[in-house]
T-cell receptor, first 110, second 114 residues
Framework: GEDVEQSLFLSVREGDSSVINCTYT??????LYWYKQEPGAGLQLLTY?????DMKQDQRLTVLLNKKDKHLSLRIADTQTGDSAIYFC??????????FGQGTTLQVKP | DTAVSQTPKYLVTQMGNDKSIKCEQN?????MYWYKQDSKKFLKIMFS???????INETVPNRFSPKSPDKAHLNLHINSLELGDSAVYFC?????????????FGPGTRLTVL
C-alpha cells in the first residue's frame, strides 16, 4: 500500500535541535524527500535521500534513513525561529507519483 | 525568475461555476503535475503529464480536466464547482517522468468555492 505517516506537531526552543520523524510502507521506494511549507506559501524542497543511503547531511540538515524499519528522520541543528513551518515527508513511487505524509508543524519558541 | 508559476494566486467563485488555473514552468522540464492540498494540509496528486501526454490520473472527478498545450504549460479546468473543491492547488514539474526526478512546486492557487 501507499502510506506515509508523520507526527503532527513538534515544539522546540530556539537553538535546540529538532527531529521530525516519518514512516512509510512502500518497500520499493527509491527516493524520499523533505519539503518545507511556510504559512501561505508553496512547497520548498529541502533535501532528499536515495534509498541505498543511510544518511545525508546538508549544512544544518541531517537525514537518516532506516530502510529495514521504513523510517526516515530530518534533524535540524540549531533551530531558528525562521525554521517554523510545516515539514512534509514524501515517498516517490514509479512514474513520479509523490506520496506525502500529513505534515509536521514545527513551532520554534524564542 | 520564477521557475514554476501559477495564476491566479487566489480564486473565489460560486458553486456551479467553471474555472481554470494556469501553470507554467521555465525549467525546461518534461513532466508537470497537479496536487490538491485540503484544509488539513493533506497533499494528494491529481494528474501528471509528460510531454503533453497524461501519465498519472488519480481518482479525481471528471469535472476536473487537465490540459497541456505544450510541455511548459499544464492548466487545470474545473467544471460545476462544488464546495468540496475548495483547497490549495499546487502545480509541480520535474525533468523526466517517474524514477528519481525531484519535483519543484509552484506557489499554489487557493480556490474558495462559496
Amino acid at each position: 500500500g501507499e502510506d506515509v505517516e508523520q507526527s503532527l506537531f513538534l515544539s522546540v526552543r530556539e537553538g535546540d535541535s529538532s527531529v521530525i520523524n516519518c514512516t512509510y510502507t512502500d518497500s520499493s521506494s527509491t527516493y524520499l524527500y523533505w519539503y518545507k511549507q511556510e504559512p501561505g506559501a508553496g512547497l520548498q524542497l529541502l533535501t532528499y535521500i536515495f534509498s541505498n543511503m543511510d544518511m545525508k547531511q546538508d549544512q544544518r540538515l541531517t537525514v537518516l534513513l532506516n530502510k529495514k524499519d521504513k523510517h526516515l528522520s530530518l534533524r535540524i541543528a540549531d533551530t531558528q525561529t525562521g525554521d517554523s513551518a510545516i515539514y512534509f515527508c514524501a515517498d516517490l513511487h514509479d512514474v513520479g507519483k509523490l506520496i506525502f505524509g500529513q505534515g509536521t508543524t514545527l513551532q520554534v519558541k524564542p | 525568475d520564477t521557475a514554476v508559476s501559477q495564476t491566479p494566486k487566489y480564486l473565489v467563485t460560486q458553486m456551479g461555476n467553471d474555472k481554470s488555473i494556469k501553470c507554467e514552468q521555465n525549467l525546461g522540464h518534461d513532466t508537470m503535475y497537479w496536487y490538491k492540498q485540503d484544509s488539513k494540509k493533506f497533499l494528494k496528486i491529481m494528474f501528471s503529464y509528460n510531454n503533453k501526454e497524461l501519465i498519472i490520473n488519480e481518482t479525481v472527478p471528471n469535472r476536473f480536466s487537465p490540459k497541456s498545450p505544450d510541455k511548459a504549460h499544464l492548466n487545470l479546468h474545473i467544471n460545476s464547482l462544488e464546495l468540496g473543491d475548495s483547497a490549495v492547488y499546487f502545480c509541480a514539474s520535474s525533468p523526466l517522468a517517474g524514477g528519481t526526478d525531484t519535483q519543484y512546486f509552484g506557489p499554489g492557487t487557493r480556490l474558495t468555492v462559496l
